[in-house]
T-cell receptor
Framework: EDQVTQSPEALRLQEGESSSLNCSYTVSGLRGLFWYRQDPGKGPEFLFTLYSAGEEKEKERLKATLTKKESFLHITAPKPEDSATYLCAVGDYKLSFGAGTTVTVRA | EPEVTQTPSHQVTQMGQEVILRCVPISNHLYFYWYRQILGQKVEFLVSFYNNEISEKSEIFDDQFSVERPDGSNFTLKIRSTKLEDSAMYFC???????????FGPGTRLLVL
């Protein structure tokens, strides 16, 4: 069964303070790795899909990278509106999610 | 931009009652999914559905649960006899093909009393 572990559980950042979130996974064969953002009481909002080691995707202040064992979500110069829980998931018919990293960005 | 919609946004029911949660997937998507998230816990897979058949289901998806595509636009999750532990956020998702991005709806918050 696919396993996804995210760290840290929580991250408090000052506005402008860049940082990285980690997602490590154990799968029988990677079909896709997905990053989502979830605001309280809302559904997961799609950010990135990565399929192969070495792949990178970027959107505004966020950049996702993938190796054979883990993925990183880099947040560059975050703003308060980047505060959310960031979820990592792997799979195809069935996504297995990590517990998420809750990011709080203070102005 | 196309999006997945879900109704109702909130549902309160008594234990033992039947509930039907409704979803309208993105119009050109062919694969549909239900997930749930108990408060403070991970998002958990329930079931995937394609071509009017269940593709895969989790251990959570027992005989109390069923899914249906009653027409060309709606996708429903039925819980026949709700239990207290069914209280959770239920998310519908859809995708073009398996392995491609799944897009999630805003969720239905179900509270079983």
């Amino acid at each position: 069964e696919d396993q996804v572990t995210q760290s840290p559980e929580a991250l408090r950042l000052q506005e402008g303070e860049s940082s990285s979130l980690n997602c490590s996974y154990t799968v029988s064969g990677l079909r896709g790795l997905f990053w989502y953002r979830q605001d309280p009481g809302k559904g997961p909002e799609f950010l990135f899909t990565l399929y192969s080691a070495g792949e990178e995707k970027e959107k505004e202040r966020l950049k996702a990278t993938l190796t054979k064992k883990e993925s990183f979500l880099h947040i560059t110069a975050p703003k308060p509106e980047d505060s959310a829980t960031y979820l990592c998931a792997v799979g195809d018919y069935k996504l297995s999610f990590g517990a998420g990293t809750t990011v709080t960005v203070r102005a | 931009e196309p999006e997945v919609t879900q109704t109702p946004s909130h549902q309160v029911t008594q234990m033992g009652q039947e509930v039907i949660l409704r979803c309208v997937p993105i119009s050109n998507h062919l694969y549909f999914y239900w997930y749930r998230q108990i408060l403070g816990q991970k998002v958990e897979f329930l079931v995937s559905f394609y071509n009017n058949e269940i593709s895969e289901k989790s251990e959570i998806f027992d005989d109390q649960f069923s899914v249906e595509r009653p027409d060309g636009s709606n996708f429903t999750l039925k819980i026949r006899s709700t239990k207290l532990e069914d209280s959770a956020m239920y998310f519908c998702a859809s995708s073009d093909v398996p392995g491609e991005t799944q897009y999630f709806g805003p969720g239905t918050r179900l509270l079983v009393l």
